[in-house]
């Protein structure tokens, strides 16, 4: 059902005459300014304005198709279980930009928070995310409470990040460097020791934190310009004693919010106060980021997550594993490890998937069973061999050199590994017969099928080089 604001008068239930609704609403404000805090509430909540009621939906309306979108990626969720507390036969809540007449947001920016402020972490209040309370500074977005030093596996790609970071939470007061700057890349843990960090601080007390990815900083600090409260924006922002920015990344070619940006950092810096940022690059590398910025970022603590290894995948993965409850064999965990080496959110993404189906079935996790069930992963992270990579093992195996993959010698000693490499080229990848030949000294397409015949023949016959081919095979693709 799509309730559009039309000119149809009587269809609109007008929210003077409707006490009730209006009460909902405030009540839903009071707790919407408790769960987000004052700064994020007054800049965004604020601005909307209640629209018609019609069944099962109610409609909301914004000033701008921008907070129409912001408000309904951050707060959809949390406004459409709300209203159905306030009203439980309300299931959708529609957002829509408001059009000239329609009903202005009611006053509410001397609303109350509501009671449930006080009460301990509302595990419902985002999807999937548990807000950890308590946070003095209302900059703080929700912080995962499932990313936690205790849940971050230590080895050796991240143990110094892991270092520092627990010296920050340790004793923000002095750390010794600053800023603490986190990069690698893409899931692998800078959000998770930035989240570790904050909540170990917030158990600790007395220390005000604020954690937000450069996005949300973008986009708080444009809200603020337009609702005239920059001052009051920086002013939050210059307060904290811990403020952690997250993928920074995000900053490049935004120029006014990195200035905004360098400036709020080198206050905080010159008042003594912590900062912690993470970014896919080293500062060096951040090109497109201004100079000044890079250099001051690059002053404190400059900590790589390497990509994992194959002992910290397994590490992780049995730690995962062993928190499901779900009993995952050793050889699933290192068939995993094996195949997904991307990145650590893919690896647990494959391995909930896998406890999922055993939880919904009732079915032990065989390797069998994880085939099938991640055939799409598995599928997509098949290692794509190339033809210079197969060049090179067949050379250093049967010991030849690697010019030789294109020379015109003849000798068996040579040819032989050099028709394997042919053969295997036309295996494992998806070359066609002439690119092949291309590859191996612009020998003609004829050359590299008659390689690939008589290399099957002689596996069929010869069980030792048939098993030498093979080795060479597994090797390629693990
Ligand atoms: N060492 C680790 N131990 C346990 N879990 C980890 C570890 N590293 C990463 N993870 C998990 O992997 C997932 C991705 O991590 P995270 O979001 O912190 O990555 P990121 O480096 O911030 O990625 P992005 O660059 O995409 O922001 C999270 O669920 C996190 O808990």
């Not at 604001?5 to 009540?27: H, I, M, Q, T, Y």
């Not at 909301?60 to 198709?65: A, E």
């Not at 594993?321 to 094996?338: D, M, T, Y």
Request: charged fraction near 25%; glycine fraction near 6%.
């Amino acid at each position: 059902m799509t309730i559009g604001v039309d000119d149809d008068e009587s269809a609109f239930s007008p929210l003077e005459n409707n006490k009730g609704l209006a009460e909902s609403w405030l009540r839903i404000c009071g707790r919407l300014k408790g769960e987000v805090g004052e700064v994020e509430y007054r800049t965004w909540l604020t601005q909307i304005a209640l629209g018609p009621i019609d069944g099962d939906e109610i409609t909301l309306l914004l000033p701008t198709r921008f907070l129409r979108d912001w408000v309904r990626s951050q707060y959809g969720d949390r406004l459409s279980e709300l209203w159905h507390s306030e009203i439980p036969s309300l299931r959708r809540v529609e957002l829509q930009v408001a059009r000239p007449g329609d009903p202005a947001p009611l006053q509410v920016a001397d609303v109350a928070p509501a009671s449930v402020t006080a009460a301990p972490a509302t595990e419902d209040s985002t999807a999937g995310t548990k807000p950890v309370p308590e946070v003095r500074s209302d900059l703080v977005t929700a912080l995962d409470s499932r990313f936690t030093f205790e849940t971050f596996v230590v080895g050796k790609p991240n143990e110094f990040a892991y270092a520092c970071a627990r010296r920050v939470a340790e004793k923000p007061s002095s750390v010794g460097f600053n800023p603490l700057f986190l990069y690698g890349g893409v899931g692998l843990g800078k959000t998770h020791l930035m989240h570790a960090i904050g909540a170990e601080l917030v158990r600790s007390g007395n220390v005000s934190v604020a954690y937000m990815s450069a996005e949300k900083f973008m986009y708080r600090f444009i809200a603020a310009i337009r609702s005239q409260s920059t001052i009051e924006f920086k002013e939050q922002l210059r307060s904290v004693d811990v403020l952690m920015i997250d993928d920074l990344q995000f900053l490049i070619g935004k120029d006014n919010t990195q200035e905004e940006f360098f400036h709020t950092f080198n206050a905080l810096v010159d008042a003594g106060r912590q900062i912690v940022v993470s970014a896919d690059k080293s500062p060096s590398d951040l090109s497109g980021l201004e100079d000044r910025l890079r250099t001051r970022l690059g002053c404190g603590m400059v900590a790589d997550i390497h990509a994992t290894t194959f002992e910290l995948r397994i590490s992780i993965l049995e730690a995962k594993a062993a928190a499901s409850g779900v009993v995952v064999p050793g050889k699933v965990l290192e068939f995993l490890a094996h195949k997904i080496t991307s990145n650590v959110r893919e690896l647990e993404g494959a391995l909930n998937r896998l406890i999922a189906h055993a939880n919904l079935f009732g079915r032990p996790v065989t390797l069998e069973a994880t085939q099938d069930v991640l055939h799409d992963i598995l599928k997509a992270h098949d290692r794509r061999v190339t033809i210079e990579e197969i060049q090179k093992k067949v050379a250093e195996h049967w010991n030849i050199r690697l010019t030789d993959m294109s020379s015109a010698r003849r000798a068996r000693n040579v040819a032989r590994p050099r028709q394997v490499a042919m053969y295997l080229a036309k295996q494992l990848t998806s070359r066609s017969l002439p690119e092949i030949g291309r590859k191996f000294g612009n020998r003609d397409h004829t050359t590299v099928m008659h390689a690939v015949q008589r290399v099957t023949e002689l596996m069929e016959r010869d069980a030792a080089f048939a098993e030498d081919v093979e080795l060479m095979r597994r090797m390629l693709e693990s």
